[in-house]
């Protein structure tokens, strides 16, 4: 029986099977209007209701196929979960039995999947923007739905624009109508859970880089993001090599605004990403081998519900490096590994070593997954996997029970007990008794020289004039050596402001493009006190909303010196800035609501 603690959904007695949504974007209301039409199914006997998750959404009315209305009601929101949408079945269902139900409604400007984006808002200034983020269960404030992992289906719709619209779907035509609007049509033929569904309109051009992939993006940022992004053809090979044959038709990539709030979103046929990707030398192009690693699992293999979420995010992570090992060697996938085990345990010690939420399977009953989201899932999952390979015959026994298991799970929803179940079913013999907790051992060659140049920096703090720095030191090395180098100096006691000034000068840190070691440059810096970086700071936060980034910027400087104010009115000056998502998160990290 299918468990999720975050829907309010009957999920043990009806499945949905498909969903065609006919949808009329309205850019001037900020609303979505139409219909959903749900089939579903009993797998149970004597239902007699259907209940949809909703939050913020007006329902119209509630018919059959045949225009037979029925009676429901939208019962009184819960604080997380929204409002249950009790729609009365005509006649009680008995298991197996099949009907469809269509529910005319409209989404709200409170609606918190969407962000509906001003023309001053995007790159060509000229036309709106609207998209979503539906993870983690924000697809029923854009559709009452079985807003549940546990639940897969396909979907089809009929988006009606003035401007160019893309799903997490196959296009499947496109009519002109007279109002100068166009009607776009889509299908997802396979089984996906609703966190899946996705959509985005805008001044959208789009360019072939790769046999099944078009980049698609404002036409300002079009030629930039295809060469990028030019290695994902490898990317998807590689995968399938390690897996089974991608089986999605087309992998598409959509370079959204600034404002969108993750780094990517695997939605299916169509990832979408955050333009801070576009470093101009491919550096920071894991984040694509990361969603084409979800294309198996999340997507094929997906979570039961977000208790669950590291058999996501945990196998893509391992997959990701495993791409990211094949392509461009072992030193490189284990040194993302060291990068990843850094972000543990900021994550850890952010919640505190002992929050409920450090969990590998938290219990989420009452709790906003949003609240939750951190790098542990990813990382913790991540070290299980790496140790269980190493410690149960490397890559050679391993790389087939990894495809094993997609072959096993493909079309389905598990949880952790299953998955547990079909790895001892795999390779009992080779268990042995429990051990204790370890910590992974990653080969170190890429981060030796990161940990050298710290050390150099941290013994010379007390150095009047330090010497023996140049801008040769971080000549040759990677983005993510730089990275890595400025989140151990982060790590020590603060550096005094003439060595930031230093460092600064030798290393030009402050002008440099690449979002990631701008990132840490800003918290070593805001960590120091170091107030000439607080307007690159303010800069930075207010004009990028992945809140990987915002996040932690805004934090910081809210604990600096002299930052607390600045780091609020930075915020609310710019509200309207973030996606919806983002704009909640923050205002709780700044103790602006609760
Ligand atoms: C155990 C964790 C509990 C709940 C988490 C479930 C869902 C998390 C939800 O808040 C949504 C997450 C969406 C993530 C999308 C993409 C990320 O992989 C991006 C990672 C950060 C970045 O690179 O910007
Ligand atoms: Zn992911």
Same mark, same amino acid.
């Given at each position: ?92 269902? +008995? ?40 993870? %983690? ?31 997490? %779907? ?87 605004? %600034? ?37 198996? $699992? ?28 094949? $392509? ?18 900021e994550s850890?010690s952010l919640f ?22 951190s ?18 015959? =490397? ?26 179940? +079909? ?8 268990? =042995? ?57 982060a ?28 990132l840490?440059?800003h918290l070593?810096?805001l960590k ?9 700071v303010?800069?930075f936060a ?5 809140m990987k980034m915002a996040r932690p910027l805004l934090r910081t400087l809210y604990k600096a010196?002299?930052g607390a104010?600045l780091a609020r009115?930075t915020f ?10 983002a704009?909640?998160m923050i205002a709780k990290d700044l103790g602006l609501?609760?």
């Amino acid at each position: 029986m299918p468990y999720d603690p975050t829907s309010q959904s009957n999920l043990d007695e009806v499945k949905t099977n498909h969903i065609h949504l006919d949808l009329t974007v309205d850019f001037d209301a900020k609303t979505l209007a139409g219909s959903a039409e749900l089939e579903v199914e009993a797998i149970a006997d004597q239902v007699t209701k259907l209940i949809l998750d909703t939050s913020y959404i007006v329902v119209r009315s509630v018919s059959t196929a045949v225009g037979e209305a029925l009676s429901f009601n939208v019962e009184q929101r819960h604080e997380k979960y929204g409002s249950a949408l009790v729609i009365h079945l005509p006649t009680a269902l +008995f298991m197996g039995e099949k009907t469809k139900i269509i529910v005319a409604y409209a989404t709200t400007q409170d609606c918190t999947a969407c962000q509906w984006l001003e023309p001053s808002q995007t790159v060509g200034k000229k036309h709106p923007y609207l998209f979503t983020q539906c993870q %983690a269960i924000h697809a029923r404030s854009l559709l009452p739905c079985q807003d549940s992992p546990s639940v897969k289906l396909t979907y089809s719709a009929n988006i009606t624009t003035p401007l160019r619209a893309v799903m997490s %779907a196959v296009p499947s035509g496109e009519t002109k109508n007279q109002n100068e609007t166009t009607t776009f049509k889509f299908e997802q033929r396979q089984r996906i859970p609703s966190y899946l569904i996705a959509l985005a309109v805008g001044n959208l051009e789009g360019r072939e880089i790769g046999p099944r992939s078009t980049v698609w993006t404002e036409p300002e940022v079009l030629e930039s993001a295809a060469w990028e992004f030019v290695d994902t053809e490898d990317f998807i090979r590689t995968g399938e090599a390690l897996l089974t044959p991608y089986d999605w038709g087309r992998y598409d990539l959509l370079v959204l605004p %600034a404002s969108f709030p993750y780094g990517g979103m695997e939605n299916p046929c169509l990832t979408f990403v955050t333009p801070s990707l576009l470093a101009g030398d491919r550096s920071l192009v894991d984040v694509v081998a990361h969603e084409i690693a979800h294309s198996w $699992m999340g997507n094929l293999v997906t979570t039961e519900n977000w208790e669950h979420f590291w058999l996501n995010e945990g196998f893509t992570v391992f997959i990701e490096r495993k791409i990211i090992g094949r $392509m461009r060697g072992k030193e490189h996938s284990e040194f993302s590994a060291i990068l990843g085990h850094n972000a543990l345990q900021e994550s850890v010690s952010l919640f505190g070593k002992e929050h409920r939420f450090t969990a590998l399977c938290p219990c989420l009953r009452g709790e906003d997954p949003d609240d939750a989201f951190s790098k542990v899932p990813y990382e913790k999952g991540f070290n299980l996997l790496y140790y269980l390979e190493k410690h149960l015959g =490397g890559p050679n026994v391993f790389e087939p029970y990894l495809r094993a298991h997609v072959q096993q799970f493909a079309g389905r929803s598990i949880n952790t007990k299953e998955w547990k179940a +079909f790895l001892y079913s795999f390779m009992e013999e080779k268990f =042995g008794k429990e051990k204790p907790p370890v910590d992974n051992k990653f080969d170190d060659t890429l981060a030796k020289a990161c940990n050298h140049l710290c050390k150099k920096w941290s013994d010379s703090r007390h150095e009047q004039h330090p010497s023996g720095f140049a801008s040769t030191d971080i000549e040759e090395f990677s983005s993510t050596q730089t990275v890595v180098f400025l989140e151990k100096m982060a790590e020590q006691e603060p550096l005094p402001h003439g060595h930031l000034d230093l460092m600064d000068q030798l290393y030009r840190l402050t002008t440099v493009r690449n979002s990631e070691i701008r990132l840490r440059w800003h918290l070593l810096c805001l960590k120091a006190d170091y107030e000439k970086i607080y307007p690159e700071v303010v800069a930075f936060a207010s004009s990028m909303g992945r809140m990987k980034m915002a996040r932690p910027l805004l934090r910081t400087l809210y604990k600096a010196k002299n930052g607390a104010e600045l780091a609020r009115q930075t915020f609310l000056t710019h509200k309207s800035f973030y996606h919806p998502i983002a704009a909640a998160m923050i205002a709780k990290d700044l103790g602006l609501a609760k």
